[in-house]
């Protein structure tokens, strides 16, 4: 089945085929023409499933130029706002439909003029907030709300900040709902804002043909050498490493960078011009690491990424699907590794109640142990002394266990160190 077969407005379809999408994924064959028909839909998919398309491409066959923002699109993160107004662009790219992103982090004033002009709205729910007291955006002529990641929307406490938004919005409207999981409070807000919806669920289901699943026992102290070990001898492409913290992505960041090893974190302390910058990076693959926590790398798109590692495992099942659904794409192999030590150990059991997921022990390969440096002074962000390291606990007595001498240290010298720009300063 083709995009033709879905019977899309030519101005939408030449886009969609100018720009090499070929075939409909699962949940866009089943929520297009749901959606066209002008049903309210609940669609379960987890990354990577193409549910922007699958709302975006029947929502921008319904705006009319010129007649003021007519379609909401809520967003938990402002990585994921821009994500999507990026996709919506580009089916949108031989129209004149203006699509615009609002969210936090940076300066609203330029955001009252893109408002005016804006007929598709793509935004997180505190920035809405804002303009709406400000009286700055008009919501009257909104026919169309999306609630995309409903579940991060209630891990993130935005849940009533969504209630209120819907509260300015027209009684007369289509809803659409995506979310990875459906939870009961998700059932309750489906019950209470969604008319007699059309449920699809799609989930992704884990190719083991393409996509293997291991875990690695090591002490807590030793988790960052081997990590380097992995990155630098058994990672022939870009990564992506989950830490549980803002504080760990930071530290993890900027020892990753003192082995030579390109990294640029994201998360949510972070602004919103350099989180950009991080993600852009990794794409255009002038760094190999990109370092995150798990809400600021919600709903990113980014392809080839070779292997996923956890350096802090994920709490849940979930959790760890939404992680390694970024790997093993199109047909592309990939590799999901979690590092366990002995503060893992109940989150990973967690996971591992889901039995369709396949984990694998795998055995510790010799590797030399490193410095870690959990305290880092330096004059501005993203800048730091390389020397300085004084006394570590990582530096343990253990420390040569796994010492494999001067033939391992030569080949560290190769792989990520000249890779790319030099992004040291950057974040």
């Given at each position: 089945?083709?995009f033709?077969?879905l ?5 939408i379809?030449k ?8 075939e409909p ?10 959606i066209?028909?002008?049903?309210d ?6 990354t ?18 010129g ?9 938990p ?13 580009i089916?949108a ?6 699509i615009?992103?609002i969210?936090g982090?940076?300066?609203?004033n330029?955001?009252?003029d ?9 935004a ?9 007291s400000?009286?700055?955006?008009d919501?009257?002529?909104?026919k169309?709300l999306?609630i995309?990641?409903?579940d991060?929307?209630f ?6 900040d ?5 509260n300015?919005l ?6 659409l709902?995506?979310?990875a999981?459906?939870s009961s ?7 209470t ?7 699809i669920k799609?989930?992704?289901h884990?190719?083991k043909?393409?996509l293997?699943q291991?875990?690695y ?10 990590l380097v ?5 058994k ?6 490493a989950?830490?549980?913290t ?6 993890l ?7 030579n090893?390109?990294a ?11 989180r950009?910058h991080?993600v852009?990076?990794l794409?255009k693959?002038?760094?190999?690491v990109?370092v ?7 709903g990113?798109?980014?392809k ?5 590692y956890n ?11 939404h ?7 199109a047909?592309?192999?990939g590799e999901a ?6 503060r893992d150990?109940?989150?990973f059991r967690?996971?591992?109640?889901d039995?369709s997921?396949h984990?694998?022990?795998?055995q ?16 501005r ?8 390291f ?10 040569g266990?796994?010492?494999?001498g001067?033939h ?7 792989g990520f160190?000249?890779h ?8």
């Amino acid at each position: 089945m083709g995009f033709e077969e879905l019977q899309l407005q030519p101005d939408i379809l030449k886009a969609v085929i100018r720009h090499g999408f070929v075939e409909p994924t699962a949940i866009q064959k089943k929520c297009i023409p749901e959606i066209k028909a002008g049903h309210d839909v609940v669609g379960q998919s987890l990354t990577g499933s193409g549910k922007t398309a699958a709302f975006g491409l029947p929502l921008l066959e319904k705006i009319h130029i010129g007649k003021g923002i007519q379609a909401l699109i809520l967003a938990p993160t402002r990585e994921l706002a821009n994500q999507v107004r990026d996709t919506l662009t580009i089916f949108a790219s031989f129209t004149r439909i203006e699509i615009t992103a609002i969210y936090g982090g940076i300066g609203i004033n330029p955001q009252f003029d893109a408002l005016k002009h804006a007929e598709v709205v793509v935004a997180t729910p505190g920035r809405i907030l804002d303009h709406i007291s400000r009286k700055t955006i008009d919501l009257r002529n909104v026919k169309i709300l999306v609630i995309d990641e409903a579940d991060k929307m209630f891990e993130m406490g935005f849940i009533e900040d969504v209630r209120e938004i819907i509260n300015y919005l027209p009684a007369k409207r289509q809803t659409l709902l995506f979310s990875a999981t459906i939870s009961s409070s998700i059932h309750q807000l489906i019950k209470t804002y969604l008319k007699n919806p059309c449920s699809i669920k799609e989930q992704i289901h884990v190719d083991k043909t393409l996509l293997k699943q291991i875990y690695y026992d090591v002490r807590q102290h030793e988790k960052f050498s081997l990590l380097v070990y992995l990155l630098k001898n058994k990672t022939p492409g870009l990564a992506i490493a989950f830490c549980g913290t803002r504080r760990e992505v930071d530290v993890l960041t900027k020892n990753l960078r003192m082995q030579n090893i390109h990294a640029m974190a994201v998360h949510g302390g972070l602004s919103q011009n350099r989180r950009s910058h991080a993600v852009d990076s990794l794409k255009k693959e002038n760094i190999q690491v990109l370092v995150a926590t798990d809400v600021a790398a919600r709903g990113l798109d980014i392809k080839n990424i070779s292997h996923i590692y956890n350096y802090d495992s994920p709490k849940n099942s979930d959790e760890y699907t939404h992680r390694i659904g970024r790997t093993a794409r199109a047909g592309n192999s990939g590799e999901a590794v979690t590092l366990l030590s002995e503060r893992d150990h109940e989150n990973f059991r967690n996971v591992m109640t889901d039995r369709s997921l396949h984990i694998q022990k795998e055995q510790l390969p010799s590797f030399e142990i490193l410095k870690f440096v959990r305290e880092m002074h330096s004059g501005r962000e993203g800048h730091f002394p390389r020397r300085n390291f004084g006394r570590n606990r990582s530096s343990s007595p253990m420390h040569g266990r796994y010492n494999t001498g001067s033939h391992q240290r030569s080949r560290f010298s190769r792989g990520f160190g000249h890779h790319g720009k030099n992004n040291e300063h950057s974040v």
